[in-house]
């Protein structure tokens, strides 16, 4: 059974940080594509960027978050990351992660397997 896990969310302040945190269970994460998705109110879910099992991340998805935003990943210990820096209101979302074996995708329905997704508010 895979379990997907997304946390590190929370309220903010603008130009504050947050990383958040990527657990999956249930597959060999070691293999598994990466990638961070992000649904704010009353919008559909985009994909920010996805993250190769080799931790080379993939094209940006997502443009508005070119130089704030870092994905990484440690295999060692099963866990992908997404650093979220220079925090802005329109990033206020729910941010969720989603792997899948044989490649990065931007389009959300090529993902099985979906965690319930960790808040982010930022205000100013």
């Known amino acids: 059974q895979v379990q997907v896990m997304e946390s590190g969310g929370g309220s903010v302040q603008v130009g504050e940080s947050l990383r958040l945190s990527c657990t999956a269970s249930?597959?060999?994460?070691?293999?598994?594509?990466m990638a961070w998705f992000r649904q704010a109110p009353g919008k559909k879910r985009e994909g920010i960027q996805c993250?190769?099992?080799?931790?080379?991340?993939?094209?940006l998805y997502d443009e508005s978050v070119k130089g704030r935003f870092t994905i990484t990943r440690d295999n060692a210990k099963n866990i992908g990351y997404l650093q979220m820096n220079n925090l802005k209101p329109e990033d206020t979302a729910i941010y969720y992660c989603?792997?899948?074996?044989?490649?990065?995708?931007?389009?959300?329905?090529?993902?099985?397997?979906w965690g319930q997704g960790t808040q982010v508010t930022v205000s100013s």
């Open positions: 249930g597959l060999t994460f070691s293999k598994v594509y």
């Open positions: 993250i190769l099992p080799s931790g080379t991340p993939s094209t």
């Open positions: 989603a792997p899948r074996y044989g490649g990065c995708s931007e389009d959300s329905f090529m993902y099985t397997y």
